[in-house]
């Protein structure tokens, strides 16, 4: 099956730092990308879409200027939280999507700020 | 917006008994998805479901999709310990999915 990276797996990072968050379609291209947000034992809470070399479309409530997305090609996708605060800690999951309709998830990244 | 209500929440079974899911769309879908999570890990892709009154199997799971593709279930046959973790479904609006809240499933061996 496709297969989606995610790097780094887990960070750190002190409060008021930025965190950059990378999701690559490791053999298909992905012309439609997602970034999810999952607190504890919840659902998937997507924050944005992203289609390559276009801007991302954000759900609504999701800070535009504190989530910046980046598709710059079919097989990556960056995902940057800005000046990030306790609040932000997370698990932020990526999915990428070719021809198809399925959505093929990233092994996730868990953020921590302190 | 579109919303995908799952139930129930949470369910323990003693290994071997079955256990259902059941997910519910106020509008129409264009298709339903499943996916598990285990314990840490990320959702991984079980099925699709695209056309109404569809029902799929894989081994002891069977999927269904509603007559009006409003409603979706998984079922599991006579459960075993390697069935733990939380079952999400995932309703197809245009280009995005909405998932919902997860069905947490323990099995007591």
């Known amino acids: 099956g496709a297969v989606v990276s995610q790097h780094p797996s887990r960070v750190i990072c002190k409060s008021g730092t930025s965190v950059k968050i990378e999701c690559r379609s490791l053999?298909?291209?992905?012309?439609?990308m997602f970034w999810y947000r999952q607190f504890p034992k919840k659902s998937l809470m997507l924050m944005a879409t992203?289609?390559?070399?276009?801007?991302?479309?954000?759900e609504q409530g999701v800070e535009k200027d504190k989530f910046l997305i980046n598709h710059a090609s079919l097989t990556l996708s960056t995902l940057t939280v800005t000046s990030a605060h306790p609040e932000d800690s997370s698990f932020y999951i990526c999915?990428?999507?070719?021809?198809?309709?399925?959505?093929?998830f990233g092994p996730g990244t868990r953020l921590l700020v302190l | 917006g579109q919303q995908v209500m799952q139930i129930p929440q949470y369910q323990h079974v003693q290994e071997g008994e079955d256990f259902t899911t059941y997910c519910n769309s106020s509008?129409?879908?264009?298709?339903i998805q499943w996916y598990k999570q285990r314990p840490g890990g990320h959702p991984v892709f079980l099925i699709q479901?695209?056309?109404?009154?569809e029902v799929k199997k894989q081994k002891r799971l069977t999927f269904q999709f509603g007559e009006a593709k409003k409603n979706s279930s998984l079922h599991i046959t006579a459960t075993q310990t390697t069935d733990v973790g939380t079952y999400f479904c995932?309703?197809?609006?245009?280009?995005?999915?909405?998932f919902g809240a997860g069905t947490i499933l323990r099995v007591k061996s």
């Open positions: 999915s990428a999507r070719g021809r198809g309709e399925t959505q093929y």
């Open positions: 053999d298909f291209q992905a012309t439609t």
């Open positions: 992203s289609n390559e070399g276009s801007k991302a479309t954000y």
């Open positions: 509008t129409t879908l264009s298709n």
């Open positions: 479901l695209v056309k109404s009154g």
């Open positions: 995932a309703g197809s609006y245009g280009n995005k999915l909405v």
